[in-house]
Nanobody, 120 residues
Framework: QVELVESGGGLVQPGGSQRLSCAASGSIFSIDVMAWYRHYGKERELVASIDSGGRTEYGDSVKGRFTISRDNAKNTVHLQMNSLKAEDTAVYYC???????????????WGQGTQVTVSA
């Protein structure tokens, strides 16, 4: 089995910073893309993604404020969030495309989510 565990959520004031982390563990041969999504009710938005080579993509609403990074040796991904706004309030989910064997058939796995609340 593969498990993704997020940490770092909580309450932060507008204009503040917060860092989310996600650690993948279990039957992992390799990980391709790792990403963060956020949910607003039924809506889901890509926040940022990073592939195994370090190439990144960001949602338009977070460009210039958020930075995604990963440590391939530790199977972890981080999201540094700066200049936070009230509209960044959401549940943030980590996801990773994981291959369990050298056949490299990748399947998506999701973390349990962590609440980020931006409020004074």
């Amino acid at each position: 089995q593969v498990e993704l565990v997020e940490s770092g959520g909580g309450l932060v004031q507008p204009g503040g910073s917060q860092r989310l982390s996600c650690a993948a563990s279990g039957s992992i041969f390799s990980i391709d893309v790792m990403a963060w999504y956020r949910h607003y009710g039924k809506e889901r938005e890509l926040v940022a993604s990073i592939d195994s080579g370090g190439r990144t993509e960001y949602g338009d609403s977070v460009k210039g404020r958020f930075t995604i990074s990963r440590d391939n040796a530790k199977n972890t991904v981080h999201l540094q969030m700066n200049s936070l706004k009230a509209e960044d309030t959401a549940v943030y989910y980590c996801t990773a495309a994981v291959a369990k064997t050298m056949e490299k058939r990748y399947f998506p796995y999701w973390g349990q989510g962590t609440q980020v609340t931006v409020s004074a």
